[in-house]
């Protein structure tokens, strides 16, 4: 795709949400978001329960609709396609709730992902060379977040942590430009948490990461920007030691003697 040139003519951002605004009735979720995520972005979306992170990746990923604003891909506005074209396009989410095949393999939940995105999902029969390609892609996959040695498992017997490493290569499977981590650790136990940093600390490099979870060690271990949101609206952003120091987040999100202090 030919490159499209910001209004300020500097490269556009691989991802670019300007004046979001979303309501369901009466009760306004998403007020004015406008969020910028550049090529190797590792940012992390914060915020207290009901503070608007899912209704913003909904907004993100075309699931929701805004009421006013856009989403722009590499400078492209999708603010009007639908998840399956954003998917397509390169905007790739992952679930708080697990969305694997428990029945398939490891190798064979993220041979889907590969089929579905050639368009090959429902063929019978692929030729050699098809086939080849689509092996070499799902070992690129399982290869990137080091599991390739878990291939023949049956993805609903591995533990936990596990079956979100295997999410996370589905989500890679589909060759994203932007990947939109939704609560990767949620109910994972701790002694599993560690594998989940390791793998999304893993990610390429080019990537654009947007993690939104609860656990602060990993938000704070991952992220290179952190954006927070109160009330629908971004209440702060700036670097870990930024937003670590920011005495206001402190008071409003983590508590007086809050976590982001110990950071
Ligand atoms: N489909 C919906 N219809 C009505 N209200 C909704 C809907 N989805 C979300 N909300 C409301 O919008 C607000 C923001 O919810 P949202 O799930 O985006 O917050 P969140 O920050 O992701 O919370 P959590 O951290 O608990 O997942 C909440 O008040 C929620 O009740």
Redesign the pocket.
């Given at each position: 795709m030919a490159s499209i040139e910001s209004t300020n003519g500097s490269t556009p951002h691989r991802l670019e949400a300007t004046g979001l605004c979303k309501a369901?009735?009466g009760?306004q979720?998403t007020r004015d978001v406008s969020l910028a995520l550049p090529a190797g972005a590792r940012t992390a979306l914060i915020?207290p329960?009901?503070?608007?992170?899912?209704?913003?990746v909904n907004l993100l990923g075309g699931v929701l609709r805004a009421s006013a604003g856009n989403v722009r891909l590499d400078g492209e506005d999708v603010s009007e396609w639908n998840p399956a074209q954003r998917a397509r396009s390169g905007i790739v989410r992952t679930f708080q709730i697990n969305r694997v095949f428990k029945e398939l393999s490891v190798h064979d939940n993220v041979r889907c992902a590969v089929l579905h995105r050639h368009g090959l999902a429902r063929r019978v029969w692929l030729s050699r060379s098809q086939r080849a390609q689509v092996d070499a892609e799902v070992d690129e996959a399982l290869g990137s977040l080091r599991i390739q040695g878990q291939a023949r498992r049956i993805t609903g017997q591995m533990a936990l942590g596990e079956q979100r490493l295997v999410e996370i290569a589905l989500a890679l499977a589909m060759k994203p430009r932007v990947l939109l981590l939704d609560e990767p650790a949620a109910g994972v136990p701790e002694s599993e948490s560690g594998r989940i940093l390791e793998a999304v600390e893993r990610l390429p490099g080019d990537l654009a990461v947007l993690l939104i979870e609860?656990d602060m060690d990993l938000v704070f271990r991952f992220a290179r920007d952190i954006v927070v949101?109160v009330q629908?609206a971004v209440f702060a952003r700036g670097t870990p030691a930024e937003i670590a120091a920011n005495e206001a987040v402190r008071e409003i999100y983590f508590g007086r003697s809050g976590h982001a202090g110990g950071h």
């Open positions: 369901f009735g009760l979720v915020g329960n009901g503070a608007g992170k899912t209704t913003l609860h949101m629908g």
